[in-house]
């Protein structure tokens, strides 16, 4: 096996060691009578074997080991395993820089600075599988995460998303990717492939150990639940929502983080901070105003369900009705409408509400039912910190699995390094792609000179498609042969 660099090469690291195939015995039971001779039989069937492995890992897949935090979180290289003891939650800590043990860290998710960093909870990196076969029918699709020879140092390898197709030309403005001056917008699918979570219910913060992310206005009608939240309607209200508009009675999300001076809490607009990222150097970070809201939401035959998102320069609102129709409006007017294949029922329905890319869209249970671009103006201001709301009208509903996340943020890099000039576009050719790292402030990719910038069709070798996370708890098989259990096994999207 190899080892796969997916960002600068995290310094002082080893690879493990691959695995091997282990010996196989015969019991010493077997009768005398019956004990199989391992004649010329044997001998070409095991010479067929390894041939066929050969063949198998020269043409067909390939197995690689992670070295370099450009890919993460998607994929890791060697890190800290970091417990958050506010809310439960596990994420890792990058060592490309040596981490200081005992030194504390801030929680991904709930924003909690009680996590410590500890050298003792090293853990190894990700085996990734590798098709080698893809390309050889196709060529990489935007957005598609790819293996390919590093442009910029022999030798090595690295693993990189798509995101520029030959012939186009690339910019990167405000954290997005455009292509000859359009944004380049995601279908549902890759949004869900490139989301980094920030907020997760089912590591909600305990009471008296913080303020609620979520919080209902006065006499709103929402309870927390132990599994989510639900809403009943208030019995003196009777009030119409007018179309297009949001009800004052809301759950409203607060986005807060703990501040490192003083350990208070403070409502914080969302920035492109990264978990793994704690032991680099602090770097300048930027607002993120690209969110999926998702939950599952179980309701009466009966009602409205209302989504608000807002980055801070205008506010979108989608309205669902219990007949399955479906209406957008933008700063109070409407602009977009659709309808579901058949009307909400009682079961529970998965809701995915997104403000990326310039674009609002709406899903029931993965079907996209509105899909409207918004006008392509930059999106200046401080942020939000209360970007998103959900209320309710009718009657009673429940929603469960409520998560945020956050899109990938591309940083600008400094000017003598960039592959472009300052507000320009990389112009590639017709057998040229232009590739980023899923840690924007870590990796070297195409935004740099020095990478390539583009990558030529022949340096690909092909498409990850399953990693193994090296942890505890896996099932081993004889000696050298390594099985993981399911729960290490993951499919990149």
Not at 135 to 143: G, I, N, Q, S
């Amino acid at each position: 096996m190899s080892t796969i660099e997916t960002a600068d090469r995290a310094a002082g690291l080893q690879p493990q060691r691959p695995y091997s195939v282990a010996s196989c015995q015969v019991p010493p039971t077997v009768p005398a009578a019956r004990k199989p001779s391992f004649g010329r039989g044997g001998i070409e069937a095991t010479v067929t074997l390894l041939l066929t492995l050969l063949i198998i890992r020269t043409w067909f897949l390939q197995a690689f080991y992670v070295d370099g935090g450009s890919m993460a979180p998607t994929l890791l290289a060697r890190h800290l395993a970091v417990d958050c003891p506010t809310c439960s939650y596990r994420f890792a800590a990058g060592i490309e820089n040596q981490a200081t043990d005992g030194r504390p860290a801030n929680c991904p998710l709930c924003g909690s600075g009680e996590a410590i960093l500890e050298i003792a909870n090293q853990r190894a990196p990700d085996t990734v599988l590798v098709d080698k076969t893809t390309f050889l029918f196709r060529a990489p699709r935007r957005w598609e995460v790819v293996s390919l020879r590093a442009p910029h140092e022999a030798g090595k390898l690295c693993v990189k998303r798509v995101v520029g197709l030959p012939g186009e030309h690339i910019s990167i403005r405000d954290g997005d990717v455009y292509v000859a001056g359009q944004i380049v917008r995601k279908t549902l699918d890759q949004q869900r492939a490139t989301a980094i979570p920030i907020y997760d219910d089912r590591y909600r913060r305990p009471e008296n150990s913080g303020p609620a992310s979520w919080q209902s206005t006065a006499q709103s009608g929402w309870r927390t639940e132990p599994e989510g939240y639900s809403w009943h309607p208030p019995a003196e209200s009777t009030q119409e929502v007018a179309p297009g508009s949001f009800p004052a009675a809301a759950l409203v999300y607060h986005h807060w983080r703990r501040d490192g001076a003083n350990h208070d809490w403070r409502e914080s607009p969302i920035d492109d901070s990264y978990g793994y990222n704690q032991t680099l150097p602090i770097r300048e970070l930027h607002n993120v105003r690209d969110l999926l809201l998702s939950f599952r939401m179980r309701s009466s035959d009966r009602g409205q369900l209302f989504l608000r998102a807002s980055d801070g320069v205008q506010e979108l609102v989608a309205t669902l009705s219990d007949s399955g129709e479906a209406s957008l409006a933008c700063d109070g007017q409407p602009v977009a409408g659709g309808a579901l294949r058949s009307p909400l029922g009682r079961a529970a329905h998965l809701v995915e509400f997104s403000l990326i890319d310039r674009a609002c869209m709406l899903a029931i249970d993965g079907e996209v039912v509105i899909d409207y671009p918004l006008a392509a103006r930059r999106t200046d201001g401080d942020g939000m910190s209360t970007p998103l709301a959900i209320a309710a009208a009718g009657g009673p509903l429940d929603i469960s699995e409520l998560c945020i996340c956050r899109d990938l943020y591309y940083v600008d890099v400094p000017a003598e390094l960039s592959a472009t000039p300052a507000g320009g576009e990389y112009v590639l050719a017709d057998d040229e792609f232009f590739v980023l790292s899923e840690n924007s402030p870590l990796g070297a990719d195409s935004r740099y000179q020095s990478f390539g910038p583009a990558v030529p069709f022949k340096l690909f070798v092909g498409k990850p498609f399953i990693a193994v996370t090296a942890s505890s708890g896996g099932w081993y098989t004889g000696g050298a042969i390594q099985v993981p259990a399911l729960r290490q096994i993951r499919y990149i999207r």
